[in-house]
């Protein structure tokens, strides 16, 4: 029997199906669209609803609790994602031990960002041999940070910006130089005095720290189930490797490292493989009880 309560979030959802002869009644969006660079919350709901397993693009997804019988996971779409249709596989398994299986279609979306074309000297747009060989061993670290996500979920609604100033630089910005297209901007430039105090923008795991030539000094948290955010261009770090951070903490201060032109904290997050939008995390993250699923579902 579905309480009232149950029933008022059921309308919450449009577009339901009802399927008599299933385990037990569940609530799912039948279709998501999210643009590319952007993120999205899986809702799944269900009386008594106990837990939640899915898998989407060859990746296991991490569902967490949000009220009785409501569990959510967040997935991403990468920022140069090519426009398509994909599902995801669910598996809801109740108090009683039943489980009940669904899937959702995702339609990832195109969306524009801004370019900025423009003509150097060549001798200006050239790396020399040094650096690239610098660069490929650089991308290799970042690359084994990213290799082995902690599996439990250390992040909780919700998320902070790390500086408390505007941004500067659009997420997914492109320049295209001397007529070649280089690689978008996969971060949010905030704009920072050197010296400014960067906060972690949630609960993780320090799993990288170090110099680089592109980033400068920088700190990657890994904040659990794949999700990471990533803090470039500082000028001294506040943490080691393998520290446990809370959300509000300080990682470091705020420079001009690396490779720019002017001081600013390159803030960036990556979900899975997806580069995605920072700001996506303030935005679109739900928290507590208070908000409810607002796509439309079966049932």
């Known amino acids: 029997m579905i309480t009232v309560g149950a029933l008022v979030l059921l309308l919450c959802f449009s577009g339901s199906a009802v399927h008599a002869t299933e385990p037990f009644p569940l609530s799912w969006p039948a279709r998501l669209k999210i643009p590319r660079g952007e993120i999205v919350e899986l809702k799944i709901y269900g009386e008594g609803l106990s837990s939640v397993e899915a898998r989407w693009a060859e990746q296991n ?16 779409v990468d920022l140069e994602a090519k426009p398509g249709v994909s599902k995801i596989t669910i598996t809801a398994t109740n108090d009683a031990g039943r489980q009940r299986r669904a899937e959702t279609i995702v339609q990832t979306l195109s969306k524009a960002f801004r370019q900025e074309s423009f003509t150097v000297a060549s001798s200006f747009d050239q790396l020399s041999p040094e650096a ?13 940070a990213f290799s082995t996500p902690a599996a439990e979920r250390f992040w909780e609604a919700p998320f902070i910006r790390p500086v408390p100033q505007e941004s500067s630089s659009s ?30 923008a949630n609960h993780g795991r320090v ?9 400068g000094k920088s700190v990657v948290l890994d ?15 506040k943490v080691d490797a393998g520290a446990m951070v809370r959300r509000g903490d300080v990682l470091a201060l705020s420079g001009m490292s690396g490779r720019v032109t002017g001081p600013h904290l390159h803030w960036a997050a990556r ?24 796509s439309a579902i079966g049932n």
């Not at 609790?65 to 967040?74: E, N």
């Not at 690239?132 to 084994?144: M, V, Y």
């Not at 799993?207 to 980033?215: H, N, S």
């Open 61 to 76: 997804l991490l569902f967490y609790a949000l009220a009785p019988g409501l569990f959510a996971a967040i997935i991403g």
């Open 132 to 144: 690239l060989e610098l660069i490929r061993s650089e991308r290799a670290d970042f690359a084994l």
């Open 171 to 200: 997420f997914g910005y492109r320049r295209i130089i001397n007529g070649k297209p280089r690689a978008p901007h996969t971060g949010a430039d905030l704009r920072a005095p050197i010296g400014t105090e960067v906060l972690a």
């Open 207 to 215: 799993v990288l720290t170090g110099d680089y030539f592109f980033a």
């Open 223 to 237: 904040h659990g189930g794949g999700l990471y955010t990533m803090y470039f261009h500082l000028s001294e770090l």
């Open 271 to 294: 979900l899975g493989t997806a580069r995605v939008d920072p700001m996506e995390l303030i935005q679109k993250i739900s928290f507590g009880q208070s908000q409810q699923p607002e």
